[in-house]
Every structure is written in structure tokens, then in C-alpha cells.
């Protein structure tokens, strides 16, 4: 469970970060289509311990059926693992996998055991920091992920 308190946080709202992701993914990747009312779930007060209880996370809606979004979805678990700290991730979850920053130290992806194995959506959650910044690199990484794939 998060062991945060609310100081310093804007209250029961999403936090810069996750506004600025909702905000351009859509922008960035008009081809993902899927839940197009609500490609990304971000603050949830009703789920306790991944970070929506506070506005820090994020959930990003690409499927592993579809060739295309789970490249998507692979490329945005990589992403937030080899920048984290540029971009202030705590943690990522997708399709069965995992990957987590302690203190700073970066871990290594391992199987999520998790109940929900995240096939369907990209959980990403920022640390309290970079929750309160919107970064421009993030922007970026998103539009060279984009040229990537597509």
C-alpha cells in the first residue's frame, strides 16, 4: 500500500504528470482508438496501493491482441524503465511483467504476480517528486516512441 498523505499533492485530482500524459498520448498516438472516451485512467480513489488513490499513476489502455498497441505497450514499459529517473517512475506493470525503482535503485523487470496480469493496459506510476512537474522529455519520448513503431 502507498504510505503517502495527501501534503504537497493536489487533493483527490490527478497529479501535473498524469494530466500532461493524458493530454498528449492521445495527441501522439491517434492510431490506439480503443477506449477512446478514456485511453488513460489516472486518479481512482476506490484503488488502494498502485498509486490512483493519489493521482500518481497512470493507466495507459493498448492491448496485447493487437499487434500495434502491444508494441505500444512494450515500448512504453521500456521507456519508463530505462528513463525513470529522468521521468520520475516508481514503477511500471505490463502484460504479466514488472518493474520497480527502490530508493532510487533501479530494479531489474520480473514476473508481475499480481491478480491482473496487465494485458490490457500500461500502469505507470511517478514518484511524488515528479508528480508535481510536467516534463517536456516526456513529450519527447513519446513522439520518438511514436516514429518507432509507426
Not at 485512467?41 to 500518481?56: A, K, Q
Not at 517512475?89 to 520497480?100: G, P, R
Not at 499480481?114 to 500502469?123: K, Q, S, Y
Request: charged share 20%; net charge positive; with cysteine.
Amino acid at each position: 500500500m502507498c504510505a503517502l498523505n495527501w501534503k504537497g499533492l493536489r487533493k483527490k485530482a490527478n497529479q501535473p504528470i498524469v494530466l500532461q500524459l493524458k493530454h498528449f498520448f492521445p495527441l501522439i498516438f491517434p492510431e490506439i482508438t480503443w477506449r477512446s472516451a478514456g485511453m488513460i485512467g489516472g486518479y481512482n480513489p476506490s484503488s488502494i496501493g498502485g498509486g490512483h488513490e493519489y493521482g500518481l499513476a497512470a493507466d495507459i489502455y493498448v492491448r496485447v491482441t493487437e499487434d500495434n498497441e502491444k508494441k505500444v505497450g512494450d515500448g512504453l514499459f521500456d521507456m519508463f524503465m530505462w528513463h525513470a529517473a529522468e521521468l520520475g517512475v516508481e514503477k511500471v506493470i505490463w502484460n504479466t511483467m514488472t518493474w520497480e525503482s527502490k530508493a532510487n535503485i533501479p530494479g531489474v523487470p520480473r514476473k508481475f504476480l499480481g491478480g491482473d496480469p496487465h494485458n490490457d493496459h500500461v500502469h505507470v506510476r511517478f514518484t511524488r517528486e515528479m508528480s508535481q512537474r510536467t516534463p517536456p522529455s516526456l513529450i519527447f519520448r513519446l513522439y520518438a516512441l511514436h516514429n518507432e513503431i509507426f
